[in-house]
C-alpha cells in the first residue's frame, strides 16, 4: 500500500526532474550547452548530490548540495529549458534557501548562471526578485566563498548578481552584460555584436569576469580547483594539500643566477607547488598578476607586478584589481605573497585623479588585512608602487634580492634632482650623471642599504626563495591582529 501511495509522488519528482521539454534540451545541446542537471553531475563528486525543492520545477533553477573534491558546497544552476531560466519570485526563493543553508552550514554557493533575464509578466516582483537574491549576497560576502560560473546569457539583474561574487569563471557560451547589443549600438553608433561587448573574453578583459573557460565541462572543472583551494567559510583554515605536497626546501634552478625578470608568470610558477597556478583577470590590468596558488600545500595569494609591461608601472586598472584581491584573500584568512618588479606608477597624466584613487585602495586594502603578508621585492621598488606593495605597513616580512632598487624616484631622476648643479657645471654631462646614477643606486637606494636600515628584512638569494617564503608564511601562521571597533571601512574604492 505504502508504494501504491508514493506512485504520484514519484511520478510528480520525475516530472519535475524532466521538466525542460526534448525539443529544448536539444536546443541546449545544440547550442554547445549542457542542462543545468547536466552541470550539477559535474560540479559534485559522484552521487553525492541532494536536490532541494525539486517539485518546484517551474522555478527554472535546480538547487541543492553536495561534496565538491569530498567538501561540501551548495549551487544553484537556472535551467534554461525551462522558461530561458528568467528570474521571477519563485526562483529567488529557491535561490534564497540554497543559499541561507551554505550561510548556516558554513560552505561555499556556487552559481552556474544561464539566464534570459527577469520574468517580465511578474512585473515589479522580478525586479525585487534580484534585489532579494543581491541583498542575501552582501550579507554573506567575506562569510562563505561565493563563485559564479557565467555559462550563457548573465544581463542585466543577474549580472549584478554575478558581479557580487568573489571568482568569476565565464565560458566559452557565457555573455556578462548589462544592455544589451542592441542598447549599445543605438547608443554608440556602431554596429556591437554581443561576443565583442560581453563574450568570455571581452568580460575578462574588462574585469567583469576572472577566468577564461572554454565549454560548460571546462568550466565547471575550473570551479572544482577554486573550491579546492578555498576555506568553506571565514572560520575555517583553507585545507591543506596532502596528496600534492612539494619539497619546501626546493631551489628555483632558473634563479640561481642573478638576471632580469622577462617572465614573471614563470617565477610564480617555480614558486608554486608542483607549478600549479590558478590566475585571476589574466587580460585585465596586465601590469599586475593576481593567483592562487599553494605553497607547502597551504592555499597563498601571489599579486606581482610585470616588469614586461611598461617596467611594472602601475596602473589604475591593475591597482584596482589587486585590492579587490588582497580583500578576498583576507575575507577567507589566506596569505598574500607580494613580488615586487616596478618603476612606480604609470605615467598617463590624463588620469591622475583615478590612479591616486586607486593607489590609495591598493593601499588600503594592504593596511586593512591581518592575515599573513609577505614581499619580495625581485627589482626596482620606487615610488608611490613601492609604498603600497613593499613597504612595512603593507607587509609583516619583506625580503630583497640582490641588486634590487628600492627608492622614493629612479636613479636617474634622483641624478637629475640632486645633481642638477654638478650637471651644469660638467664638461662631460653624460659621465657625470653615469656617476651620480651609480653612487645613488650604491649609496641610497641599494637593498643592502634598505636592509641594514631596517626597511627591507633580508637580501636573499633568488634560487631560496620559495624556501624562505614559506618559512615566513609558517612563522606567520600564527598572527593575531586586533583592529580598532568599526562598522566598515571607507577605502577609496
Known sequence: MSVERNLPLMQKRREAALKGNAEQIQRQHDA??????????KLFDEQSFVELDTLIADAGVVTGY???EGRPAYVYAQDYTVCSGAVGEKQSRKILKAMGLAEKTGAPIIALADSQGARLDEGMAAVNAYAAIMSKSADISGVIPQITAVLGPCGGGAAMCA???????????????????????????????????????ASVKSGAAHIEAGSDEEAIACVRKIVAMLPGNNMEDAPYAFEAEDDVNRELPSLNALGEVTDIRGVIAQIADNGQVIELGATYGTDVVTALVRLGGSATGVVASDPAVDGG?????????????????????????????????????ACQGEQARALAALMGAYADSTSPRVAVITGNAIGTAATALASHAASDVIYAWPGAVISPVTAQIAAQLYGEKELHESKNPDETRQKLEQDYQANVADGLNAALSGN??????PALTRQ?????????????????SRKHGNLPL
Open 32 to 41: 554547445g550547452k549542457l542542462t543545468a542537471r547536466e552541470r550539477v553531475a
Open 66 to 68: 553536495g561534496l565538491v
Open 163 to 201: 558581479e557580487m561574487s568573489d571568482v568569476i569563471v565565464i565560458g566559452k557560451n557565457g555573455q556578462l552584460f548589462v544592455n544589451g547589443p542592441l542598447v549599445v549600438s543605438a547608443k554608440t553608433g556602431k554596429n556591437i555584436t554581443m561576443e565583442e561587448m560581453a563574450g568570455a573574453a
Open 313 to 349: 608601472r602601475l596602473t589604475a586598472d591593475g591597482s584596482r584589481k589587486a585590492a579587490r584581491f588582497v580583500r578576498f584573500l583576507d575575507s577567507f584568512s589566506i596569505p598574500t605573497v607580494t613580488l615586487v618588479d616596478t618603476l612606480g606608477a604609470a605615467q598617463n597624466t
Open 456 to 461: 627591507v628584512d633580508d637580501v636573499i638569494e
Open 468 to 484: 624562505m617564503l614559506a618559512a615566513a608564511l609558517e612563522m606567520l601562521a600564527g598572527k593575531r591582529e586586533t583592529k580598532l
